[in-house]
């Protein structure tokens, strides 16, 4: 089955320690995207790739970094996590600008110590 | 820019009851999406309504939009406890806009 997958689904990293999330899909989707979810809110995008095209949000932290090598993987780096970056960490995909059904992966839950 | 709002945040309901749940978005979007999340868990798509009038039904669940009232709204028939969840709407920013707003969610917890 066509899928997100998200790897891994638990990080426990501490204060100060780069960490790095993976995401990979076999939807052949043109967009991906992370998200940043914390307990009892809604996602918060943190930035997307179109194709090799990259766009942050206006808020994104600068401790947060994000990679496509190609179509079909995209890393989530987090150079210097602090104790307010715990948090659920997902990736999405949708087919294109036209359609924007966006299909989530089962996320990474990252603790920071 | 597009602001999603729904109500309401909690929803305690018992069994065998209906509700619905209400999404309102402050500009045009041509598309309204609907989720559900378990605890713990990630986002499951749920219906994506394309068009003013659109109505999408799936089992218990049926989604509407009214483009013209900027309205969304999720109907929960004879609810069951498999259906506790927190449900959200998103729409599009604008057309031809890859993101989504999201609404704050609806926690919905059905009682036996």
């Known amino acids: 089955d066509a899928m997100v997958i998200q790897n891994p689904r638990y990080q426990v990293t501490q204060f100060g320690k780069p960490v790095t999330l993976s995401c990979s899909q076999t939807?052949?989707?043109?967009?991906m995207y992370w998200y940043q979810q914390k307990s009892s809110q809604a996602p918060k995008l943190l930035f997307h790739?179109?194709?090799?095209?990259?766009?942050n949000e206006a808020d994104t932290p600068d401790n947060f970094q994000s990679r496509r090598p190609n179509t079909s993987f995209c890393f989530l780096d987090i150079r210097s996590p602090g104790l307010g970056d715990a948090a659920m960490y997902l990736c999405?995909?949708?087919?294109?600008?036209?359609?924007?059904?966006?299909?989530f992966g089962p996320g990474t839950r990252l603790t920071v110590l | 820019e597009l602001k999603v709002e729904q109500n309401p945040l909690f929803l305690s309901m018992q069994e065998g009851k209906n509700y619905t749940i209400y999404c309102n978005y402050s500009?045009?979007?041509?598309?309204l999406y609907w989720y559900r999340q378990d605890p713990g868990k990630s986002l499951e798509s749920l219906f994506v309504?394309?068009?003013?009038?659109a109505v999408k039904q799936e089992g218990r669940l049926m989604a509407s939009l009214d483009t013209k009232a900027r309205l969304s709204t999720l109907h929960i028939t004879a609810a069951v406890h498999d259906l506790s969840a927190t449900y959200f709407c998103?729409?599009?920013?604008?057309?031809?806009?890859?993101?989504?707003?999201f609404g704050t969610g609806t926690r919905l917890t059905i009682i036996p």
């Open positions: 999405a995909t949708s087919r294109s600008r036209t359609y924007n059904e966006q299909f």
């Open positions: 939807l052949n989707h043109n967009v």
């Open positions: 790739y179109y194709d090799k095209d990259f766009n």
């Open positions: 500009t045009t979007s041509d598309r």
């Open positions: 309504l394309l068009s003013n009038g």
């Open positions: 998103a729409g599009d920013s604008n057309f031809g806009n890859e993101k989504l707003t």
